[in-house]
C-alpha cells in the first residue's frame, strides 16, 4: 500500500474538537463532516484538502474523544494518510477502522516540511520526502493491516460474519 | 510470573498470560454507550446487518450528552436509540432521567478486574474502581456489542503512589492536574498506569473517580486504582454486595513508579487552551471570568458539591454559575444533605445528569472572547463553544471561590 500527496503540517496535540467540533456529532454523513474539519484552527482547511493530502503532525495527534466522526471527517476531506510523532490510542484505532493510514514517525515535524511531496510505504512504514529523503517510521501490520486493506472495520466484519 | 493488574485483567480476558507489547483479543465484561454516540454505534451495527446484542445484561444504554433534547436532532436521535432498546430487549436502559453514563457505571456496574469498554473516551472513570475501562470509537464498540470481544495492545504498566493526606479544597482534581502538570499530556501514550493509596480512606472514591475520568488526558491506555478497602467499602454501601478483590502481586514489574504526598498539593488549574497548561491558582488569581461551571463526569459528585456549598453558604455568586450533579441519585442527595439550597441561594443554576456545557452541546455555551472556569475534563480550543472563549479548568473549591470573588480567588483565601 503505497501513497503519495503533499504535506499539510500541524503541530503537538491536535485534539479532536479542533478536528470535528461537538456541534457536528449528531451527523455521521461523511461529505458534511469534512466540510467541517480542522474548523476551529484553520476555516480553510477543506479547500486545502480537497486535492488529496498527507497530513504530518506532532505528538498525540487525535487526543481526547472518541468520536469516530474525526477519522471520518479527515478521510472525506481528502487525507490520504496521517504521519505523526504519536497517536492517541482511540483515534489510531478509528482511523484503521474507517480505511485513514495513520504511521508514526519520532521526529515527524522536524523532518518533513509544509509542502514536501511524501511517499509513504503504509506496511514498512518507509517514507521518501521529495523523491530523495527517506526516513524509517513504524507501518502498520498484523490484525490493524488486514482491517485497514479491507477497507475499515465494517466490511471487515462483514466478512468475518 | 508476578503480574501487575494490568496483566492479570488482560490475561484473564484472553484467556492466557499476556505482556506488555502484546496485541490480543480480549473479552470484555461490560459495553456501553450514550445518546450521542450510540445512535452512531447502531448505524454501525445496521451496516453490518445485525442488530445481535452478544448478551443484553452486559450493555449498559444512557442518555447524557443530549439530555434533556436541546433541539429536534437529539430528540430523533433518542428516539432511534429508544427503539433499538425496545427491539432488543436490552434491560439497562436510562434514559434522560438519571445521569451520566460514567456516573452511572461506578455507581451500578463496575467492579474491580473487569474490562470495560464504551463508546466516549471518559470511560477511564470505571478505573477508580480498578476495572480496565477504555473509551473506543463506534465501529469497535458496535464490534464489541455484537461479539462481546474487542482487542488490546497491552500496555506499559507504570505505578503511581498516593501518600499523606490532603489539606482543606484539595480534590481528586488537583491530583489529576499534579500527574498531567509533571509528565505533560504525551507521556504515557501506550501505559497503563496503577495508583496505589498508602492511605486508602485519604484518598476516597470521589476522588479517585475525578483521577480516573482524567486518565484520557493524560493519554493513558487505562488508568486503575488498586483495589482497597476503599473500593471494598464504597462497593458493598452503594450496591449492598461484597465485590471480589483483584489486585496485583506485590513483587510485579513496573517500568517507572512516582510518588505524590497529596499533603504538600497547592488547588491547581489548568490553563486554556491544554490540560497540561498547569499553573498554581496563586499563579493566575484575578483573571475575571464570565461564567463558571462546577459538574459533569469529571467533578459532579458529592464532595464536589458539598466543597461548593461550604463556600458560597449564606452569599452570593458575582459570576454566572451552573451546577450540574452527575447522576440523579446524587441530585437527590444534595437535595437532602442541603446543598442544592445552598447553591441554589447563592444564585447559582443548578440541573442534573447532563454532559451539555462540558462537550459545549447546550446548558452553558461559551460566547466569543469569554472566559469560563470549569471543573469537567478539557479546555481545548472550542471546546466549550467559541474557539475564541478562554477555559480554565479547577476543582471545585477554586470554580466556587472563583464564583463568589467574580475573578480566579484561592479558596483558602476566603
Given amino acids: 500500500m503505497i501513497i503519495e500527496a503533499k504535506v499539510l503540517k500541524f503541530g503537538d496535540k491536535i485534539d479532536t474538537d479542533i478536528i470535528i467540533p461537538a456541534k457536528y456529532l449528531k451527523y455521521t454523513d461523511p461529505q458534511y463532516l469534512a466540510q467541517h474539519a480542522m474548523e476551529p484552527l484553520d476555516p480553510e482547511f477543506y479547500k486545502k484538502a480537497s486535492s488529496g493530502v498527507i497530513i504530518v503532525a506532532g505528538k498525540v495527534f487525535g487526543m481526547g474523544s472518541s468520536r469516530e466522526q474525526a477519522a471520518m471527517a479527515l478521510k472525506a476531506a481528502g487525507v490520504k494518510a496521517i504521519i505523526a510523532e504519536s497517536f492517541a490510542r482511540i483515534f489510531f484505532r478509528n482511523a484503521i477502522n474507517n480505511g485513514l493510514p495513520v504511521i508514526t514517525l519520532q521526529n515527524a515535524t522536524k523532518e518533513i516540511n509544509q509542502g514536501d511531496l511524501v511517499r509513504v510505504n503504509v506496511e514498512t512504514g518507509e517514507i521518501v520526502v521529495n523523491g530523495s529523503k527517506v526516513l524509517k517510521g513504524k507501518g502498520i501490520s498484523g490484525m490493524p493491516l488486514e482491517i485497514l486493506k479491507t477497507g475499515g472495520l465494517i466490511t471487515y466484519l462483514k466478512k468475518a460474519s | 510470573m508476578p503480574q501487575t493488574l494490568t496483566e492479570k485483567i488482560l490475561s484473564r480476558a484472553s484467556g492466557k498470560n499476556v505482556s506488555p507489547g502484546d496485541v490480543t483479543e480480549i473479552k470484555v465484561d461490560l459495553v456501553a454507550f450514550h445518546d450521542l454516540t450510540g445512535y452512531h454505534v447502531i448505524e454501525v451495527m445496521e451496516d453490518v446487518g445485525t442488530l445481535k446484542v452478544f448478551d443484553r445484561e452486559k450493555l449498559?444504554?444512557?442518555?447524557?450528552?443530549?439530555?434533556?433534547?436541546?433541539?429536534?436532532?437529539?430528540?430523533?436521535?433518542?428516539?432511534?436509540?429508544?427503539?433499538?432498546?425496545?427491539?432488543?430487549?436490552?434491560?439497562?436502559?436510562?434514559?434522560?432521567?438519571?445521569?451520566?453514563?460514567?456516573?452511572?457505571?461506578?455507581?451500578?456496574?463496575?467492579?474491580?478486574?473487569?474490562?470495560?469498554?464504551?463508546?466516549?473516551?471518559?470511560?477511564?472513570?470505571?478505573?477508580?474502581?480498578?476495572?480496565?475501562?477504555q473509551g473506543l470509537g463506534a465501529s469497535d464498540v458496535a464490534a464489541a456489542v455484537i461479539t462481546g470481544k474487542t482487542w488490546v495492545m497491552v500496555p506499559q504498566p507504570f505505578k503511581i503512589t498516593l501518600e499523606g493526606k490532603p489539606a482543606r479544597w484539595i480534590n481528586g482534581k488537583d491530583i489529576a492536574l499534579k500527574i498531567l502538570g509533571d509528565f505533560k499530556a504525551d507521556y504515557f501514550n501506550?501505559?497503563?498506569?496503577?495508583?496505589?493509596?498508602?492511605?486508602?480512606?485519604?484518598?476516597?472514591?470521589?476522588?479517585?473517580?475525578?483521577?480516573?475520568?482524567?486518565?484520557?488526558?493524560?493519554?493513558?491506555?487505562?488508568?486503575?486504582?488498586?483495589?482497597?478497602?476503599?473500593?471494598?467499602?464504597?462497593?458493598?454501601?452503594?450496591?449492598?454486595?461484597?465485590?471480589?478483590?483483584?489486585?496485583?502481586?506485590?513483587?510485579?514489574?513496573?517500568?517507572?513508579?512516582?510518588?505524590?504526598?497529596?499533603?504538600?498539593?497547592?488547588?491547581?488549574?489548568?490553563?486554556?487552551?491544554?490540560?497540561?497548561?498547569?499553573?498554581?491558582?496563586?499563579?493566575?488569581?484575578?483573571?475575571?471570568?464570565?461564567?463558571?461551571?462546577?459538574?459533569?463526569?469529571?467533578?459532579?459528585?458529592?464532595?464536589?458539591?458539598?466543597?461548593?456549598?461550604?463556600?458560597?453558604?449564606?452569599?452570593?455568586?458575582?459570576?454566572?454559575?451552573?451546577?450540574?450533579?452527575?447522576?440523579?441519585?446524587?441530585?437527590?442527595?444534595?437535595?437532602?444533605?442541603?446543598?442544592?439550597?445552598?447553591?441554589?441561594d447563592a444564585g447559582a443554576i443548578i440541573t442534573y445528569g447532563t454532559c451539555g456545557p462540558c462537550l459545549g452541546g447546550h446548558f452553558g455555551i461559551a460566547g466569543p472572547g469569554e472566559t469560563i472556569i470549569s471543573t469537567s475534563s478539557r479546555n481545548f480550543k472550542g471546546r466549550m463553544g467559541s474557539p475564541d472563549a478562554k477555559v480554565y479548568l479547577s476543582g471545585p473549591a477554586v470554580a466556587a471561590a472563583t464564583a463568589l470573588e467574580g475573578k480566579i480567588t484561592d479558596p483558602r483565601r476566603l
Fill in chain 2, 190 to 344: 501506550g501505559m497503563s498506569l496503577e495508583i496505589f493509596v498508602k492511605e486508602p480512606s485519604a484518598v476516597p472514591m470521589d476522588f479517585r473517580a475525578t483521577v480516573s475520568n482524567m486518565g484520557i488526558e493524560m493519554n493513558a491506555d487505562a488508568l486503575m486504582f488498586v483495589p482497597d478497602q476503599e473500593t471494598f467499602n464504597y462497593i458493598k454501601t452503594a450496591r449492598g454486595y461484597e465485590p471480589q478483590m483483584v489486585t496485583p502481586d506485590s513483587d510485579a514489574k513496573y517500568v517507572d513508579e512516582y510518588n505524590i504526598d497529596l499533603s504538600k498539593l497547592d488547588p491547581l488549574v489548568a490553563a486554556p487552551h491544554s490540560v497540561d497548561n498547569v499553573k498554581t491558582v496563586n499563579e493566575i488569581e484575578g483573571i475575571p471570568v464570565d461564567q463558571v461551571f462546577i459538574g459533569s463526569c469529571t467533578n459532579g459528585r458529592i464532595s464536589d458539591l458539598e466543597m461548593a456549598a461550604k463556600i458560597l453558604k449564606g452569599k452570593k455568586v458575582k459570576t454566572r454559575t451552573i451546577v450540574i450533579p452527575a447522576s440523579y441519585q446524587l441530585f437527590k442527595k444534595a437535595l437532602e444533605l442541603g446543598y442544592v439550597q445552598t447553591l441554589a
Fill in chain 2, 60 to 133: 449498559v444504554i444512557a442518555f447524557d450528552h443530549l439530555a434533556p433534547p436541546p433541539d429536534v436532532r437529539s430528540a430523533e436521535i433518542q428516539g432511534q436509540i429508544r427503539n433499538f432498546v425496545k427491539k432488543t430487549s436490552v434491560p439497562n436502559f436510562y434514559d434522560i432521567n438519571s445521569g451520566i453514563l460514567h456516573q452511572i457505571m461506578i455507581e451500578r456496574y463496575a467492579n474491580p478486574g473487569q474490562v470495560i469498554v464504551a463508546a466516549d473516551s471518559h470511560t477511564s472513570t470505571s478505573g477508580a474502581v480498578g476495572a480496565f475501562a
